[in-house]
């Protein structure tokens, strides 16, 4: 993918009903390619944003500090436990800007027979100190 393309901007993160960019859903049925059972397609990849921005309002992390958070999908493998082969799938990766949330790259990935969908969230050091600050900030230490 030559260039980051915009999946959802930050003013539309809360419409429901906000449907993907012709420029997106190019770009993901090029990566796709014919296969289409384990992999995200277009409006697959705006919940996921949707997903990786709630993950950032559980942290608690203002909006001016969000930039550069990226996350990272890779879709199941096969359900069925009788499916004894891999299969293609995707994996996708994407990173927050000031403008919204846009694709970093779409890459073809082998899945297995029942592995979980894997999320991995990349956060820089300033992020996850301000994530820790919040979480503990209503504590109050006692003596033990």
């Known amino acids: 993918m030559a260039k980051h393309i915009t999946i959802i901007t930050a003013a539309d993160l809360k419409d429901t009903t906000s449907t993907p960019s012709t420029e997106l859903s190019l770009a993901v049925a090029d990566a796709n390619g014919s296969a289409n059972t384990f992999t995200y397609g277009s409006h697959a990849i705006v919940e996921l944003a949707r997903r990786a921005e709630k993950r950032l309002d559980a942290m608690a992390l203002p909006k001016a500090d969000r930039v550069g958070f990226e996350a990272q999908f890779s879709h199941a493998g096969p359900a069925a436990k009788a499916y004894k082969y891999s299969a293609k799938g995707s994996l996708v990766t994407m990173r927050r800007t000031a403008k919204g949330w846009v694709l970093s790259s779409i890459d073809r990935i082998t899945v297995f027979p029942a592995q979980s969908e894997r999320v991995v969230y ?12 919040r979480a503990i900030a209503d504590l109050q230490q006692i003596a033990a």
């Open 122 to 133: 990349r956060a820089t050091e300033r992020q996850i100190s301000e994530a820790s600050r």
